[in-house]
C-alpha cells in the first residue's frame, strides 16, 4: 500500500515561516490530486490547500494570501509554503489524495507561538 509521510513541521513565533513536505511512496501525485489538511484540538479535520493532478490550485480562505501549495513530480513530493503563520494555525498537518483519500499518514506537528 502507498505510504503517506509528512515532514517539516516544528515551533515558531508568529509571522515566522515553515514549508512542509508530503513524500509518497508510490508514484500517484502525477495522476491524483492532493491536498493538505490539518486538524487543531478539539477541531475537526479541515482542508487547507489543494492541487489538482494538473495544478489547479484552491485554499481555504483562513490561509489565502499566506499558504502555498506546490507538487514536485519527479520527486512524488507535495510541499506546503506557509508564511506570516499565526496561532491559530497551530494544528498536525496531513497530506492526502482527493477523490479517494488513502491511508493517513502520522502528520507533522505546527505550533505557533504568539
Known amino acids: 500500500q502507498v505510504q503517506l509521510v509528512e515532514s517539516g513541521g516544528g515551533l515558531v513565533q508568529a509571522g515566522g515561516s515553515l514549508t512542509l513536505s508530503c513524500e509518497a511512496s508510490?508514484?500517484?501525485?502525477?495522476?491524483?490530486?492532493t491536498g493538505w489538511y490539518r486538524q487543531a484540538p478539539g477541531k475537526q479535520r479541515e482542508m487547507v490547500a489543494t492541487?489538482?493532478?494538473?495544478?489547479?490550485?484552491n485554499y481555504a480562505d483562513s490561509v489565502k494570501g499566506r499558504f502555498t501549495i506546490s507538487r514536485e513530480a519527479g520527486k512524488n513530493t507535495v510541499y506546503l509554503q506557509m508564511n506570516m503563520l499565526k496561532p491559530e494555525d497551530t494544528a498536525v498537518y496531513y497530506c492526502?489524495?482527493?477523490?479517494?483519500?488513502?491511508?493517513w499518514g502520522k502528520g507533522t506537528q505546527v505550533t505557533v507561538s504568539s
Open positions: 492541487i489538482t493532478s494538473i495544478g489547479v490550485t
Open positions: 492526502n489524495t482527493l477523490l479517494k483519500p488513502l491511508t
Open positions: 508510490g508514484r500517484i501525485f502525477n495522476i491524483y490530486g
